[in-house]
């Protein structure tokens, strides 16, 4: 994608959206960008990352990715902490301590000569990105943004700008490494998350300050979760555990059938960019939403994206089908803040979504060792058949929330 096309799309976004203030409408956009960078500097980099850190440390694939997912499960078991700064209305903290960490463990990895080290730097940026990515993005939209169908839109431009993590980062990742080495690359990271923590203080924070936290914070910090949370906690941990699943088996899977491995590769990219479409559909939505579109419609779309990958004779059915799963991964990630601010309230959101990211975080940590090695001793297609029916499960369940919309 180049830079022209890029502008050109970051307009036709823009223009989807005239309700919103321009200040405030800066603001959104800038955050999503920030989310962009985040994701692709914490999160993405770490794929192309892998091999190149194998080498230099001189140790497995096994234990450089067992760095990564110390990462996350410390990510995981922050997540409902952080939710609760950030309804004291902490959020410019969070935000600072969150850059502070990040770059602290960036220096760490791009310094690192031993295993050691680099699990130390992957536990801090864990917890940096309990601080940063998607969870307190969503809690500062929310919390300014008042008006039900501004703020959904506010949501759906952030996930939009973030959902282009992938796209712009495993590149350009891939890239630097193959011209200066992964140390650059890294240390690089640490300049784009200084341009972030810039854009943040200026211009994000300003425009998007905190309502008024009306009721009591103690009535939320009680340890037993609250009526609908059980349910919200499987339906998006399923949604992650299957999303998880397919990424990982999907390419193994074509390649068994006969397909290449580059076509493979090929297939799987669609899951990222299929979900924009969604997501640019609810920016430009001028109507209430019906009471399915965030509850069940993405659960429904999931399931008959997997099944179309387990059914698929060739590729390009495949891609089809991962195109499907994907545009139903992508509202699914609106649909957890959406719902829970529904549910609870501005006042609670930042709880219990890092409850929900908790549940989310350890099956993202736990989910490729654990499918890897079933796939193994059954086969990716049973594997795959499983996942589906879990996947069905929860669409009764999110059928019942419906009824809580708007409460």
Same mark, same amino acid.
């Given at each position: 994608?180049?830079?022209?096309t890029?502008?050109?799309?970051?307009r036709?976004?823009?223009?989807?959206?005239?309700?919103?203030r321009?200040?405030?409408?800066?603001?959104?956009?800038?955050?999503?960008?920030?989310?962009?960078?985040?994701?692709?500097v914490? =999160?993405?980099s770490?794929?192309v990352?892998?091999?190149?850190?194998?080498?230099?440390?001189?140790?497995?694939?096994?234990?450089?990715?067992?760095? #990564?997912?110390?990462?996350?499960?410390?990510m995981?078991?922050v997540?409902?902490?952080?939710?609760?700064?950030l309804?004291?209305?902490?959020?410019?903290?969070?935000?600072?301590?969150?850059?502070?960490?990040?770059i602290?463990?960036?220096?760490l990895?791009?310094?690192?000569?031993?295993?050691?080290? /680099? =699990?130390?730097?992957?536990?801090?940026?864990?917890?940096a990105?309990?601080?940063?990515?998607?969870?307190?993005? #969503?809690?500062?939209?929310?919390?300014?943004?008042?008006?039900?169908?501004?703020?959904?839109?506010?949501l759906?431009?952030?996930?939009?700008?973030?959902?282009?993590?992938?796209t712009?980062?495993?590149?350009? $990742?891939? =890239?630097?490494?193959?011209?200066?080495?992964?140390?650059?690359?890294?240390?690089?990271?640490?300049?784009?998350?200084?341009?972030?923590?810039?854009?943040?203080?200026?211009?994000?924070?300003?425009?998007? %300050?905190?309502?008024?936290n009306?009721?009591?914070?103690?009535?939320?910090?009680?340890?037993?979760?609250?009526?609908?949370?059980?349910?919200?906690?499987?339906? #998006?941990?399923?949604?992650?555990?299957?999303s998880?699943?397919?990424?990982?088996?999907?390419?193994?899977?074509?390649m068994?059938?006969?397909? +290449?491995?580059?076509?493979?590769?090929?297939?799987?990219?669609?899951?990222?960019?299929?979900?924009?479409? &969604?997501?640019?559909?609810?920016?430009?939505?001028?109507?209430?939403?019906?009471?399915?579109? /965030?509850?069940?419609?993405?659960?429904?779309?999931?399931?008959? &994206?997997?099944?179309?990958? $387990?059914?698929? %004779?060739?590729?390009?059915?495949?891609?089809a089908?991962?195109?499907?799963?994907?545009? &139903?991964?992508?509202?699914?990630?609106?649909?957890?803040?959406?719902l829970?601010?529904?549910? =609870?309230?501005? +006042?609670?959101?930042?709880q219990?979504?890092?409850?929900?990211?908790?549940?989310?975080? #350890?099956?993202?940590?736990?989910t490729?060792?654990?499918?890897?090695?079933?796939?193994? +001793?059954?086969?990716?297609?049973?594997?795959?058949?499983?996942?589906?029916?879990?996947?069905?499960?929860?669409?009764?369940?999110?059928?019942?929330?419906?009824?809580?919309?708007?409460?």
């Amino acid at each position: 994608m180049d830079v022209k096309t890029l502008r050109l799309l970051c307009r036709q976004l823009q223009a989807a959206v005239p309700e919103m203030r321009s200040e405030q409408d800066r603001a959104v956009w800038l955050l999503g960008l920030c989310q962009c960078v985040l994701w692709g500097v914490l =999160y993405y980099s770490f794929s192309v990352l892998l091999v190149p850190l194998e080498h230099a440390l001189a140790t497995t694939r096994t234990v450089v990715a067992g760095a #990564f997912s110390v990462g996350l499960i410390a990510m995981a078991s922050v997540a409902p902490q952080v939710g609760r700064w950030l309804d004291s209305g902490h959020a410019g903290t969070v935000t600072r301590w969150g850059l502070s960490l990040a770059i602290t463990g960036l220096l760490l990895l791009g310094l690192s000569d031993g295993v050691v080290t /680099l =699990y130390v730097a992957w536990l801090v940026m864990g917890i940096a990105m309990a601080l940063l990515l998607y969870e307190p993005a #969503f809690i500062l939209v929310m919390r300014a943004i008042l008006e039900p169908r501004h703020r959904l839109r506010a949501l759906a431009a952030v996930t939009i700008m973030g959902g282009l993590a992938s796209t712009v980062f495993l590149p350009l $990742t891939s =890239y630097v490494i193959s011209a200066w080495g992964w140390r650059v690359a890294v240390l690089s990271g640490v300049g784009a998350l200084l341009l972030v923590a810039c854009v943040m203080e200026v211009w994000v924070m300003p425009a998007l %300050p905190a309502t008024e936290n009306t009721q009591a914070p103690s009535t939320w910090r009680h340890k037993a979760w609250p009526r609908y949370m059980p349910s919200l906690a499987i339906i #998006f941990s399923t949604g992650s555990l299957a999303s998880i699943t397919l990424t990982t088996l999907l390419i193994p899977f074509l390649m068994e059938r006969g397909t +290449s491995a580059e076509t493979a590769a090929i297939v799987l990219a669609a899951f990222g960019a299929a979900q924009l479409p &969604g997501r640019i559909w609810l920016l430009r939505q001028t109507r209430a939403l019906s009471e399915t579109t /965030l509850t069940t419609a993405p659960i429904v779309l999931m399931v008959a &994206g997997m099944l179309g990958v $387990t059914l698929a %004779p060739g590729p390009w059915l495949s891609l089809a089908a991962v195109s499907v799963f994907g545009l &139903g991964a992508g509202l699914q990630t609106l649909a957890k803040p959406w719902l829970v601010q529904a549910i =609870y309230g501005n +006042s609670a959101a930042g709880q219990w979504n890092g409850e929900i990211a908790r549940a989310q975080g #350890f099956a993202r940590a736990l989910t490729p060792v654990a499918v890897a090695s079933v796939s193994v +001793s059954l086969s990716i297609q049973v594997v795959l058949v499983v996942m589906i029916m879990l996947l069905a499960a929860t669409i009764p369940i999110a059928h019942r929330l419906r009824a809580t919309h708007g409460n």
